[in-house]
């Protein structure tokens, strides 16, 4: 629903190549400035797929968790995530842990669970010296950029997502699904659709299908929404995945993604799909103190490779209604 937006929160910055630019002046009390407008803003990013607030002065985790907080006050509990993640308070975290010198490719936050963020919000504690921006690009957009016969096939099949936790690379299966308790997570697994096997040495594979376009909640746009490239592993650095590969195997890669009938999907899908997102991606630095909300649907983000520190804390909200995708077969329950 749509609410009245002050005039102070009108003078929203357009620029092309960069995402839409709130200025405010709330340094003083950025939790109820937060509070007070969150509505209006929530509008502001239905209406825009993003907005970079700049001018909150969220330097300490504090002060950003409660303004995260009074945006949403609803914040969903991180589950599944592909790489370790530092929790504040609950329902705020750190940024994904994920090596400075590799980019994280484009992608939807958690779009292969049954019920993803529909919002992102995004708290810049301290900047790096170069790089690390989050960047975002228009999901409907790349959808439309895309060879029809691809999006028609993807959209017939879905996509697949096999993982294999272990304690070297991603986030450890006891915390992607916040226990070790081996039943709790069949039960879990079960109820998502989510195929799994034990392995001998106590790893974990999965195999989850999912839907790789879906129409937006509120304005019905049918938008690209998947992690198909970037957890395939012709987006991992090739020496990675070749060490990976030697070590584990093809078949125990941390992750993999293919087409939803299981059909391997080859580097040059990945590569034009990555080509895609770059075409229409924006970007514009973190500046310490800033604060970006993003429509998860409509906007698929980035993270740059970096260099010096980076805090960027994070918050989900707004579950999706669950997303429909035939099952990937019979569940495994061994």
Same mark, same amino acid.
């Given at each position: 629903?749509?609410?009245?937006?002050?005039?102070?929160?009108?003078?929203?910055?357009?620029?092309?190549?960069?995402?839409?630019?709130?200025?405010?002046?709330?340094?003083?009390?950025?939790?109820?400035?937060?509070?007070?407008?969150?509505?209006?803003?929530?509008?502001?990013? !239905?209406?825009?797929?993003?907005?970079?607030?700049?001018?909150?002065?969220?330097?300490?985790?504090?002060?950003?968790?409660?303004?995260?907080?009074?945006?949403?006050?609803?914040?969903? &509990?991180?589950?599944?995530?592909?790489?370790?993640?530092?929790?504040? &308070?609950?329902?705020?975290?750190?940024?994904?842990?994920?090596?400075?010198?590799?980019?994280?490719?484009?992608?939807?936050?958690?779009?292969?669970?049954?019920?993803?963020?529909?919002?992102?919000?995004?708290?810049?504690?301290?900047?790096?010296?170069?790089?690390?921006? !989050?960047?975002?690009?228009?999901?409907?957009?790349?959808?439309?950029?895309?060879?029809? @016969?691809?999006?028609?096939?993807?959209?017939?099949?879905?996509?697949?997502?096999?993982?294999?936790?272990? =304690?070297?690379?991603?986030?450890?299966?006891?915390?992607?699904?916040?226990? =070790?308790?081996?039943?709790?997570?069949?039960?879990?697994?079960?109820?998502?659709?989510?195929?799994?096997?034990?392995?001998? =040495?106590?790893?974990?594979? !999965?195999?989850?299908?999912?839907?790789?376009?879906?129409?937006?909640?509120?304005?019905?746009?049918?938008?690209?929404?998947?992690?198909?490239?970037?957890?395939?592993?012709?987006?991992?650095?090739?020496?990675?995945?070749?060490?990976?590969? @030697?070590?584990?195997?093809? =078949?125990?890669?941390?992750?993999?993604?293919?087409?939803?009938?299981?059909? !391997?999907?080859?580097?040059?899908?990945?590569?034009?799909?990555?080509?895609?997102? &770059?075409?229409?991606?924006?970007?514009?630095?973190?500046?310490?103190? @800033?604060?970006?909300?993003?429509?998860?649907?409509?906007?698929?983000?980035?993270?740059?490779?970096?260099?010096? $520190?980076?805090?960027?804390?994070?918050?989900?909200?707004?579950?999706?209604?669950?997303?429909?995708? $035939?099952?990937?077969?019979?569940?495994?329950?061994?």
């Amino acid at each position: 629903m749509p609410y009245p937006t002050p005039a102070s929160l009108l003078n929203v910055e357009l620029n092309p190549g960069k995402p839409p630019i709130l200025h405010v002046d709330t340094a003083d009390d950025a939790p109820a400035w937060a509070a007070e407008h969150h509505r209006a803003l929530r509008t502001l990013v !239905t209406e825009h797929g993003a907005l970079l607030i700049r001018g909150l002065d969220l330097r300490d985790a504090e002060r950003a968790g409660d303004a995260l907080h009074r945006l949403a006050p609803a914040q969903m &509990t991180d589950k599944e995530s592909f790489a370790p993640r530092r929790t504040y &308070t609950p329902g705020v975290y750190s940024s994904s842990a994920w090596p400075p010198n590799q980019p994280m490719c484009m992608h939807h936050e958690l779009s292969y669970t049954l019920q993803p963020p529909g919002l992102m919000l995004f708290a810049c504690l301290t900047a790096p010296t170069t790089g690390g921006a !989050t960047a975002i690009a228009d999901a409907a957009t790349v959808l439309q950029s895309l060879p029809t @016969d691809l999006v028609h096939r993807f959209e017939q099949e879905g996509w697949l997502l096999s993982r294999t936790y272990n =304690d070297e690379i991603g986030a450890p299966y006891s915390q992607a699904f916040g226990t =070790d308790d081996r039943r709790a997570i069949e039960d879990y697994c079960r109820t998502a659709g989510i195929e799994f096997d034990w392995q001998p =040495d106590n790893s974990l594979r !999965t195999r989850q299908r999912r839907p790789a376009v879906t129409a937006h909640p509120v304005t019905g746009r049918r938008c690209w929404f998947n992690q198909i490239a970037f957890l395939n592993e012709w987006t991992i650095d090739p020496e990675i995945r070749d060490y990976l590969i @030697d070590v584990h195997g093809a =078949d125990s890669l941390p992750f993999n993604t293919r087409f939803g009938g299981g059909d !391997t999907i080859g580097p040059d899908i990945i590569q034009l799909l990555n080509d895609t997102y &770059t075409a229409h991606t924006a970007r514009e630095p973190w500046r310490a103190g @800033d604060l970006m909300l993003l429509d998860n649907v409509r906007t698929a983000h980035s993270r740059e490779a970096f260099q010096g $520190p980076r805090e960027v804390l994070v918050a989900m909200a707004e579950p999706l209604s669950p997303l429909s995708c $035939p099952p990937t077969g019979e569940m495994s329950a061994r």
